[in-house]
């Protein structure tokens, strides 16, 4: 079994041992065709912050709207009813 | 101007100044549904990875690959030159 990178150029062995290089390439071929996609809408989303943005919306804010909506209503009231207590103790709010 | 939340709520007036809320709404409702599309296709690719791993394939080495040709060839081969200079030099090679 070959020891080091060295050993392992020179040995001419399948650095994959028993497993074969053309199916990883097909799974790595998949996977960036898959990320190809997400990266076009993720392109989509950016156009659609630029036109609210051009709207006069804060981009910042959406953000955070999006994210609240994914969190669980009550969960986030939760959180919120303490950021507030802790604001208002020290003095913040 | 209302000057805080609870003047802003009491007001009555609207949060957005002259902006609109169902704009607002409408944005947010494109940029959320482009979301689901990007979760759908996050989900493809999670599937493709358990498939790899099923057939003996390491999800880490492999994510380090698809990160690698990303990459500039020329760019991360001078990257990588620096690394194995570096781990020679302190004795990790």
Same mark, same amino acid.
């Given at each position: ?29 998949? %996977? ?6 997400? *990266? #076009?809408? =993720? !392109?989509? $989303? ?19 709207? %999006? ?6 209503? *009550? #969960?986030? =009231? !939760?959180? $919120? ?13």
């Amino acid at each position: 079994m070959p020891k080091s990178r060295d050993d392992l150029f020179e040995s001419g062995a399948n650095p994959l041992g028993n497993k074969d290089a053309n199916a990883l390439r097909s799974f790595i071929d998949r %996977i960036e065709s898959v990320q190809g996609e997400i *990266d #076009e809408f =993720k !392109a989509d $989303q950016k156009t659609i912050y630029d036109e609210a943005s051009g709207a006069g919306f804060d981009k910042k804010a959406m953000r955070k709207i %999006i994210a609240i909506r994914k969190k669980d209503r *009550d #969960e986030w =009231k !939760a959180e $919120q009813d303490k950021v507030d207590a802790y604001l208002l103790a020290l003095g913040l709010a």
